[in-house]
């Protein structure tokens, strides 16, 4: 299928000062998300900017088999691995619908039992694989009982983790781009749109719309390209950026500076190591510590996402 160039209707542009880095769904793959953050790191060092942007779209549990260790670099270990940076480093960390489903259900509310036993083996299991297999074991106790047992066996860290997911944000609008995890509902203004909306993409969007329209181009993860999973979807009005296929290795990052666009992503991986290994990050002063967020570059990063909503 012939898909056209974004070019055709307008020359969508970021500030020249900046370079950002859109990075699609994650699902518990370290391995994945470190080799990218190396490929971002090469990429930076080849191309001027003041500030670096790094822009996570969401879905970061489940599926795969390290969420604990993605937390881990999300939340601390970005300073060390992007170490070398040329410029201030930026990121913002974007709600996925599995993130929305898991707050969900840790404040009260109920979910898929099917969605709630794979969390537990894959999400819970990266914390203490014998704890989840206990929580499994009582998988036919109702939700508010396994809910009440979750939250006794989970350690520690992970309460660093869930206010983490808590803070983070449902879009972010950069210039001629909006970008948020599932993209939006067409014909509703952006500053309209509802949470569900941003996380959930609804079978409008995905097809070509009025392109008289077309403010501005939404970038996106939650949906593959159909005909190609592990290829970008390049539409008139939408990029979408999950090519993270069930046991495939290729995570994409969408690059633009200015009116530039390109992309990053680890398809040449040919045998990913999925456990964390000796390249695990523990943070250098823990949050909980310190009562401090983390450090980036010259300015926090949560003063800088109360900014952008």
């Known amino acids: ?60 549990i489940n599926k795969g088999p390290a969420t604990k260790e993605v937390l881990d670099i ?21 709600r996925g619908n599995h993130e929305e489903y898991f707050l969900h259900y840790m404040d009260g ?3 898929k039992a099917d969605w709630l036993k794979s969390c537990i083996e894959t999400t819970i299991a990266s914390y203490d694989e ?16 396994i ?7 989970l350690p520690p860290e992970h309460a660093e983790h869930v206010k983490f997911m808590k803070r983070m944000k449902y879009f972010l609008d950069r210039g001629d781009y909006f970008l948020s995890h599932g993209g939006i509902r067409p014909g509703i203004a952006f500053d309209r749109q509802m949470n569900k909306d941003l996380l959930i993409t609804c079978p409008e969007f995905l097809n070509e719309i009025n392109l008289d329209k077309v403010v501005k181009i939404a970038v996106h993860g939650h949906r593959r390209n159909i005909e190609s999973p592990e290829e970008p979807d390049i539409r008139r009005h939408r990029i979408g950026i999950d090519t993270l296929v069930p046991g495939g290795n290729c995570l994409t990052a969408l690059v633009l500076q200015g009116s530039e666009r390109s992309f990053l992503n680890t398809k040449q991986i040919k045998e990913p190591r999925l456990s964390s290994g000796d390249a695990l990050l523990a943070p250098r002063q823990p949050l909980g510590q310190s009562g401090n967020a983390p450090h ?12 952008e909503r």
Do not use: T
């Open 74 to 94: 999300l939340h601390y270990g970005l300073p060390e691995l992007l170490r070398g940076l040329p410029g201030a480093l930026v990121p913002f960390f974007l």
């Open 130 to 145: 014998d704890k989840a297999k206990e929580l499994i074991e009582g998988e036919r106790l109702d939700q508010n009982a």
């Open 1 to 60: 299928m012939f898909q056209p160039e974004i070019s055709d209707i307008f020359r969508p542009r970021i500030p020249d000062y900046q370079r950002l880095y859109a990075i699609g769904d994650i699902h518990g793959r370290a391995d994945l998300l470190r080799l990218l953050l190396k490929e971002i790191l090469a990429d930076a060092k080849a191309h001027e900017a003041e500030q670096y942007l790094l822009v996570f779209l969401g879905d970061y």
């Open 147 to 153: 809910r009440k047992k979750l939250k006794k066996l």
């Open 296 to 307: 980036y570059g010259n300015s926090q990063i949560w003063p800088v996402l109360a900014a």
């Open 109 to 111: 509310g109920s979910v």
